[in-house]
């Protein structure tokens, strides 16, 4: 198979997947557009480094759309109210992910997320789920940043243990 | 020490960092600080891989939205207009750079890639031909790391030692393990960044996708028994591209 018929083939049965993760952390269209541009480009220029990787090929894939979507957040500059907008924006695509908790995702992650206190687990699943920042967490529970941090950086120890019993 | 009053062993603060680098909550100078380290340093992106895999369940509920048109065909123009291959666009760096070197290997890997998405998840692909088969080799608990490429042409298996030394008085052995039979010796890996092993003829026949490599120590020159004596410190499933 020539490198092209490759990248082809690839992004047929990948771009949907991978646009979908960008704006769902970017919840912009314009920059989602291109987020996903530079992610194939990446995705072309570090396919080697997938063979030494032990994550399945879509989890490769997903974790650079979302690391460059989360990549072109933490450097977007925002108006000062930016980040209280970014809280109150109604959320683009509501619904699938409530519906999957409740409906158990799969994996053991949300079992080990279930055992972390609600609003703890909401702060995992807001970083991962939302690209939430550490100021954002702690403006939307209402804690100091460093409190926030302490938080998660225990609620994340209390996971790796669950994870790996 | 550790930053974390609450942490534990230092160790913890690298595991922390991986983690919070993963979920993205750094603030944008520490981000670009630990996606620098993470090219340099592969036992950190070996714990970020770690986190990427335990929380990757989390991302199979977002919704599938097709992109405009137009945006393959930007990206086809970004990609392949400067020239032809998957050559890397920026330099690579650290501990990468060895592999881009690798010729052949970045090709390899995105046709493995596309041929393991495009089929249905979880059947492996299984070319009709399989003139070359790719498997990285890794262990839990080793650092032990190569790759490996057979290719039927050449009657070789290629690989590239990626990170982990043999003790002095050691080496390392290669083994293909077929279905539940017992292994068989492919012979001692030369040291070396990138080593060639020859495949005899009985080897050959039977190497296929979905046979495993491994990699245990052994005495210096090679197990005495034919059959592995020490730990396996590396294995990994061979893939068709």
């Known amino acids: 198979m020539r490198d092209r018929q490759a990248f082809d083939l690839l992004y047929r049965h990948t771009s949907a997947k991978l646009f979908g993760v960008c704006l769902r952390v970017l919840n912009d269209r314009g920059e989602a557009e291109e987020a996903l541009q530079e992610v194939f480009v990446k995705i072309w220029t570090k396919a080697d480094r997938f063979v030494v990787s032990e994550l399945s090929p879509i989890s490769w894939l997903v974790a650079i759309a979302r690391n460059q979507s989360i990549d072109r957040l933490r450097t977007r500059r925002r108006p000062a109210a930016g980040l209280d907008a970014a809280i109150d924006v109604p959320d683009p695509a509501p619904g699938p992910e409530a519906r999957v908790m409740a409906s158990g995702e799969s994996g053991r992650i949300s079992q080990c997320l279930d055992e972390l206190e609600k609003d703890r687990a909401a702060a995992v699943r807001g970083a991962y789920l939302e690209g939430m920042s550490y100021a954002e967490l702690a403006a939307r529970h209402q804690v100091p940043m460093n409190t926030m941090r302490t938080w998660l950086r225990r609620s994340l120890l209390k996971l790796r243990d669950c994870l790996e019993r | 020490m550790s930053n974390l ?18 979920l993205g909550v750094l603030p ?31 991302a199979e509920s977002w919704q599938l939205v097709e992109p405009p048109e137009w945006a393959k065909a930007a990206i086809d123009r970004r990609l392949f207009q400067a020239g032809p291959g998957p050559a890397p666009v920026a330099a690579a760096s650290g501990i990468w750079q060895s592999l881009a070197l690798w010729r052949g290997l970045a ?32 262990a839990s608990g080793s650092e032990v790391r190569y790759l490996a490429v ?44 990138a080593v060639r092993l020859p495949v005899a003829p009985a080897a050959k026949a039977k190497l296929d996708s979905g046979d495993v490599l491994a990699v245990s120590v052994e005495p210096a020159g090679g197990s005495p028994s034919g059959q592995p004596t020490g730990p396996v410190v590396a294995a990994g499933d061979l893939q068709g591209i």
Do not use: C
């Not at chain 2, 620098?36 to 335990?54: G, N, P, V, Y």
């Not at chain 2, 890997?109 to 088969?133: C, G, K, N, T």
């Not at chain 2, 009657?155 to 990170?163: G, I, P």
């Open chain 2, 107 to 138: 090709g390899a890997a995105l046709a493995a890639l596309a041929l393991m998405v495009a089929l249905p998840w979880p059947e492996r692909p299984v070319p009709a031909q399989r003139s070359q088969l790719v498997a990285s080799l890794a």
């Open chain 2, 5 to 22: 009053d609450d942490s534990g062993p230092a160790a913890d603060g690298d595991d922390l960092l991986a983690a919070e680098y993963v």
């Open chain 2, 28 to 58: 944008a100078e520490e981000r670009r600080a630990a996606a620098a380290r993470l090219e340099r340093d592969a036992s950190f992106a070996r714990l970020a891989e770690r986190w990427e895999a335990h929380l990757a369940p989390l």
């Open chain 2, 150 to 193: 057979y290719d039927a042409a050449s009657d070789e298996v290629a690989l590239r030692h990626v990170s982990g030394e043999r003790a002095p008085g050691s080496d390392f052995e290669l083994w293909m393990i077929e279905g539940s039979n017992a292994p068989v010796s492919m012979g001692v890996i030369p040291s070396g960044t």
